[in-house]
RNA sequence: GGAGUUUUAGCUCAGCUGGUUCAGAGCAUCUGCCUUACAAGCAGAGGGUCGGGGGUUCGAAUCCCUCAAACUCCACCA
């Protein structure tokens, strides 16, 4: 049969992937004879397609599951989508909006029917694009936050908490999006640098005309909320008018000054005034003073009728027209360009408002003890720990309430239900509700309206390793109770307060178990320039073009192959260039080893030798990468097998065994050279399975269940160091030799001979004899032996032995003898300096005894090998 | 303003508890090769006062102090 020259993964990919469906390998269900293995997917949002960030997630969690369930476990990879609430209702307004249909005009019923066809119609398309990945997860068990189960759990946990007292509904400074008109929560905020004016404002005395108060702010269109100005308690300036009133301007309110010692006084002019509704600080100092509380902002971000001026415009345009008028009535004393930070909503962009408004928030502290406690303590380990153990702590011990309701309508609809009232109870249906509410206040059959409001993202998101299971929907639930708890989580850094420690209080808090053993946290992909990758920027290549240009193997090996945990990535297209070079490479060993022809005859000494040797390197190499796995490093598992098949298996075994052009090769060194390459494709697949399955089954005819995908992986087994640390010795031998070559312009072809002079060395010189036939196959060599008198000759030193190699007319004899010297220069130096050493009483009196020793060893081979020299140039 | 991380070759990074795996790898660069598996390749080579300064030690890339730069998170500028 012949095998193309180079792979072509367009075809294999496919296939391949389709068999592995079609035989149900990713299917997991409790298994008693098996130990689970669990992964949840970071659920992406329905809205979402895939970028290079999750390509880098599911290439790990797909590595990591795969070796898993090569290793013998039950491997569940659950996967799914999250219903992403503003993210999604953002998207179908919008959507809505192109028809001519505006969300205002919609039931709520209406709205939600089309956002579920909008859900089906696009929701899925990561997933499969997933799929292109190689990503092998149970498709079957494939999630959805808000479908039927899942949202019960959400009910579940609420009411649970509420009953609990943990949340509660309250009033409170929230960041308010105008245009979504809903709380976004403080980690959807994004500041941004703005350059704004920085207006003085003068405030005239309520009995003097002449007499102002100059105050600075950003923000003029919030003056009449304005209750007070506050100073510094500390500022001459200002103490002799603590407790005088001026009046508001426009709207001539009178106001007192009041001193606190959160003022700056270096800011503006050292005054600010207090606008308790719409700034967090003047809220705070409001409601430590008493202060009332006027909201001139409606909930569309125009000003309200308590403004009294200007309502019904739009916040910006009348900061505007306020400023207009302020200069127009002598009350604006100065202005200057500033640069500074203002909230806008990750979602839509607006500029956030704060402002008061009830609603529903959840208590953290209790929570968080457990959270912090086992994380701390390693129940749940964090790689790489040490970056970000810090600010996780700092987070839990500061942690704040959580306010959980949004003012949307796509997501879990809040289980509180109001009389005209306002009184409520909270249940999880109407029935319940009423019998609840019938208790409460003693009344039957009253009207009971839910909440509008629906619960934040990321109070589904918390429970989904939990819910995923079913976990609450059922009590005696077999997956529940095989699958859970999950063992990793491969996520990205920049949601491990977001939903990594909310997950983790919701393990402990309903299933009183953690809800993963590991946290893998990944680098966050940035292009070349260091740049977040983002689609504003657009310096995000597609990932399906990726793979279409170096297949699902070639970019899996790029995107590890320089991401160490936790470090950010730097992608680069041309580490996706380095993978598919790497599975040209594997397929062109497997071309070689297929065009073998075999005979049935003995092992040559060197097809032994080399066999064994390789036998002990590929055992010491999968010892590193089970270590390295261990340790969560999986890029440099990536690279401890890149060096291993390409440098050890290709370049050094397959050189060494490869029978000359016509010959064959023996029956055992074939069928070795078979066992060896494919457990190098049982390493290799978890990181490249499209390649490795095609290989597997080209080597030998396999039944279905013989696939790669659920061989049994190698075990690491013991093996002989002293046999690589000759052919170490061996190999830097061979390259010498070949440096020799290279620098003297001699031929590959031409054989040469090669004579040694060994004063000692321990491990150089058994291998010269040990391993005499692979030398002269490698070197192409006629004769290797103990030097007799042949000059001239090329050298070089290695170790404690001189090499000499008869070049014939190749040999300029000056020039050896300059390389002899310089050898002979820098042993001495060296000599010199171990002496120095050991000379020195301190180090005598305080080095290890296996350091000291090794000193001394030092200085006898470089006497030895002075002396060596000198002899041989003596000669010259 | 508070905290944290990082700084090693042109680039991206390894170097665990201070001493023969101590200055390493991959990519890039340069040289020579289309040598019957692979030019998406082969064989070689050159690149670094380990951010600066100081200290501890017989000995420091590694431990301590200090300065500098970059990044991240938290708080937040009226």
Redesign the pocket.
């Known amino acids: 049969m012949e095998i193309s020259?180079?792979?072509s993964p367009a075809q294999v990919e496919p296939k391949w992937y389709n068999h592995w469906l079609d035989n149900k390998y990713f299917a997991a269900k409790p298994n008693p004879d098996k130990k689970p293995y669990t992964i949840v997917i970071p659920p992406p949002n329905v809205t979402g397609v895939l970028h290079m960030g999750h390509m880098l997630n599911n290439t790990i969690q797909d590595i990591l599951i795969r070796r898993k369930r090569m290793m013998g476990y039950e491997a569940c990879w659950v996967p799914g989508t999250d219903h992403a609430s503003i993210a999604t209702e953002a998207r179908v307004v919008a959507m809505l909006k192109e028809q001519g249909i505006d969300k205002k005009d919609l039931t709520r019923e209406a709205f939600l029917a089309h956002a579920w066809q909008w859900k089906e119609k696009y929701g899925g398309i990561i997933l499969q694009q997933l799929k292109r990945l190689g990503a092998s997860c149970d498709w079957d068990r494939t999630r959805f936050t808000m479908e039927p189960s899942l949202y019960e759990a959400v009910i579940e946990v609420f009411i649970q908490l509420y009953n609990k007292g943990y949340i509660y509904r309250g009033a409170r400074m929230v960041n308010w999006d105008p245009q979504a008109k809903t709380t976004v929560s403080?980690?959807e905020v994004i500041?941004k640098e703005i350059n704004s004016k920085?207006y003085y404002i003068k405030y005239y005395s309520e009995n003097n005309n002449n007499e102002y108060f100059t105050i600075?702010?950003?923000?003029p269109e919030t003056i009449m909320g304005d209750v007070a100005i506050c100073v510094n308690p500390h500022d001459e300036r200002y103490k002799a008018l603590i407790g005088k009133k001026y009046l508001v301007p426009l709207i001539n309110r009178p106001i007192p000054i009041i001193a606190d010692e959160a003022?700056?006084?270096?800011?503006?002019t050292?005054s600010?005034?207090i606008t308790p509704a719409h700034?967090?600080?003047?809220y705070n100092i409001g409601l430590k003073y008493n202060l009332q509380i006027i909201d001139v902002l409606s909930d569309d971000g125009t000003i309200s009728p308590a403004g009294q001026i200007y309502v019904g415009e739009d916040r910006f345009a009348v900061r505007k027209k306020i400023v207009l008028e302020l200069t127009e009535k002598n009350h604006i004393a100065d202005s200057k360009d500033?640069v500074?930070?203002v909230g806008t909503s990750e979602r839509t962009g607006a500029v956030i408002e704060p402002r008061i408004s009830t609603q529903w928030f959840c208590s953290m502290k209790q929570m968080a003890v457990p959270t912090l406690e086992n994380v701390l303590n390693e129940n749940i380990k964090i790689y790489p720990k040490?970056?970000f153990i810090?600010?996780y702590k700092?987070?839990l011990e500061?942690v704040?309430d959580w306010c959980i309701s949004r003012q949307l309508w796509w997501g879990h609809r809040i289980p509180a239900w109001y009389d005209t009232k306002g009184n409520y109870v909270v249940a999880k249906n109407l029935e319940d509700a009423q019998k609840i509410y019938s208790q409460k206040y003693n009344l039957v059959n009253a009207t009971l309206t839910q909440d509008a409001d629906v619960l934040d993202t990321w109070f589904s998101s918390w429970l989904w390793p939990i819910s995923v299971f079913d976990g609450f929907a059922k009590n005696d639930n077999k997956d529940f109770k095989y699958f859970y708890p999950t063992h990793d989580l491969v996520t990205a850094p920049?949601i491990l307060?977001f939903w990594v420690a909310r997950m983790i209080m919701a393990g402990y808090e309903f299933t009183d178990k953690a809800p993963f053993e590991n946290v893998y946290l990944t680098g966050i992909v940035r292009d070349k320039a260091?740049r977040?990758m983002s689609k504003s920027l657009g310096n995000s290549p597609d990932p399906i073009e990726l793979i279409e240009k170096y297949s699902a193997d070639g970019v899996r090996f790029g995107m590890l192959l320089?991401s160490?945990a936790g470090?950010?990535l730097?992608f680069d297209e041309?580490y996706c260039e380095?993978g598919?070079?790497f599975?040209?490479?594997i397929w062109?060993?497997y071309?070689?080893i297929k065009?073998w022809e075999v005979i049935n005859s003995e092992p040559t000494d060197i097809d032994t030798k080399t066999i064994q040797w390789f036998t002990s390197k590929y055992n010491h190499a999968l010892k590193n990468i089970e270590d390295n796995y261990e340790k969560y490093r999986i890029s440099?598992v990536l690279?401890n097998i890149y060096?291993l098949v390409?440098?050890y298996f290709?370049?050094w075994y397959?050189?060494m065994v490869?029978p000359d052009?016509g010959k064959p090769v023996s029956i055992r060194t074939y069928n070795d050279t078979i066992v060896l390459f494919e457990n190098l494709l049982k390493i290799l697949h978890p990181v490249m399975p499209f390649i490795t399955e095609e290989i597997w089954h080209g080597l030998s005819n396999r039944t279905t269940a013989e696939a790669i995908v659920v061989s049994q992986y190698p075990v690491a087994q013991d093996y002989d160091d002293n046999i690589l640390i000759q052919c170490d010795k061996v190999f830097a031998l061979?390259?010498e030799v070949?440096?020799l070559r290279?620098?003297k312009g001699v031929s590959?072809k031409e054989v040469l001979e090669l004579e040694y002079y060994t004063m000692k060395d321990d491990i150089l010189q058994p291998a010269l004899i040990t391993y005499e036939n692979i030398i002269k196959k490698l070197c192409n060599l006629s004769y290797i032996n103990q030097k007799t008198d042949k000059l001239p000759a090329s050298n070089f030193v290695m170790g404690g032995i001189e090499f000499f190699v008869p070049l014939g007319n190749h040999t300029d004899l000056a020039k050896e003898k300059e390389t002899l010297l310089k050898e002979l220069e820098y042993t001495k130096g060296f000599l010199v300096s171990v002496n120095a050493k050991l000379a020195?009483e301190?180090?005598a009196a305080?080095?290890?005894p296996e350091?000291i020793e090794?000193e001394n060893k030092?200085k006898a081979d470089a006497i030895a090998k002075i002396e060596s020299i000198e002899k041989t140039l003596s000669n010259m």
């Not at 600075?216 to 923000?219: L, V």
């Not at 700034?279 to 003047?282: A, L, T």
């Open positions: 020259k180079t792979y403080d980690e500041y920085l600075a702010t950003t923000r003022v700056d006084m270096e800011f503006g050292g600010l005034k700034d967090m600080v003047d500033i500074n930070k040490d970056k810090n600010t700092h987070w500061n704040q920049e307060f260091g977040k320089s160490p470090n950010d730097l041309k380095q598919r070079n599975a040209n490479k062109n060993a071309r070689l065009s440099e690279k060096t390409w440098d290709c370049s397959l050189e490869k052009f061979v390259t070949r440096n290279s620098s590959p020195n301190k180090f305080h080095a290890k350091v090794n030092k």
